[in-house]
């Protein structure tokens, strides 16, 4: 699954968070539980719930059989560092 996961980041996703000054890293796979860090302009935008959700979540649903859910893994240093550089 893990392979699976990463390759639709890869193809579908990542490029898209792209588009908009966003990216995505893939954290690890767990039963079924996606773990992603969002990065960029991602990182602390209001929307990036909804992202997660209905856009992140829902393609992986759709391409990967068998995830369940994604998680956003939230490293508040990375977040302020990631601030500072802006």
Not at 6 to 21: A, H, N, Y
């Amino acid at each position: 699954m893990l392979e699976d996961v990463k390759g639709v980041i890869e193809k579908d996703i990542r490029p898209l968070l792209e588009m908009e000054g966003g990216s995505i890293e893939l954290e690890g796979v767990e039963d079924g539980v996606v773990k992603v860090r969002l990065t960029g302009a991602c990182a602390g935008c209001p929307m990036s719930q909804y992202t997660l959700v209905n856009f992140v979540e829902a393609t992986l649903k759709d391409k990967v059989p068998g995830v369940k859910q994604v998680v956003a893994t939230d490293d508040a240093r990375a977040r302020f560092e990631e601030l500072l550089r802006r």
